[in-house]
């Protein structure tokens, strides 16, 4: 009965942001080094690639995300990290808790000359299912919600592509994607660098988890876009 009943408090709590008031309290700095990127051979720290472009993706683990974007033809650098939420640079364990309001995401940098924003809006639309709210498949809790955290010159662009692949999902019979679309602040106040252990996870330990899975559906273009 208990068991039942303690269950259902941290299911509630895996499903609600906490307000700022509610958030843990962070702390002034990066309590950890971040260094060379391990595919890219560059330092994960500013100065950022030059001329590069990026937005923070949330699509659920951090892990098997990272890996899908270093992929991507044009991706110059890329971190896993927390966005989002209340609570400066919090440990792992606190992102999981619930009480920091940030999202697993990875921050992606890449050359407008190669590719564009669009070409991997669709890779992470199609990497992920968007629809799950606070989850992503066994991976429960606020911090694996899709998001989308960008400049604000680029919001119109990811919303014409949020509304083509929420339209694309209900033609198949999918339910609406919860994705949460908002501006990002300065990198520096807004991403913050996930621990050592989690940046290029995958390269590391080619046979860990990866929890990606999609729908299936495939991301249009809007016309706008084309």
């Not at 604000?152 to 692949?165: F, G, K, N, S, V």
Request: charge should be negative; charged fraction near 15%; include cysteine.
């Amino acid at each position: 009965m208990f068991g039942g009943f303690f269950d259902m408090l941290a299911n509630a709590r895996a499903a609600r942001l906490p307000t700022a008031d509610e958030a843990l309290p962070g702390r002034a700095a990066r309590p950890f080094p971040v260094g060379e990127h391990l595919i890219f051979k560059r330092p994960m720290l500013p100065p950022y690639p030059p001329n590069s472009r990026w937005v923070q993706l949330g699509l659920g683990c951090f892990w098997g995300a990272e890996r899908r974007f270093w992929q991507q033809p044009g991706v110059v650098l890329t971190a896993a990290g927390y966005s989002g939420g209340h609570s400066p640079h919090p440990l792992y364990k606190e992102v999981c808790s619930g009480r920091t309001g940030h999202a697993e995401t990875v921050l992606v940098h890449y050359d407008p000359t190669v590719t564009d924003l669009v070409t991997l809006l669709r890779v992470f639309f199609e990497a992920h299912d968007p629809t799950q709210g606070m989850r992503q498949g066994n991976d429960v809790g606020t911090q694996y919600r899709s998001a989308i955290y960008a400049p604000a010159e680029d919001l119109p662009r990811c919303a014409a592509i949020l509304d083509a692949y929420a339209a694309a999902l209900a033609a198949q019979g999918h339910g609406a994607p919860t994705t949460e679309l908002r501006e990002s602040g300065p990198l520096e106040s807004f991403f913050f660098y996930a621990e050592p252990e989690h940046q290029q996870y995958l390269a590391r330990n080619p046979g860990g988890y990866c929890g990606l899975r999609g729908t299936g559906v495939s991301c249009p273009i809007p016309a706008a876009e084309g």
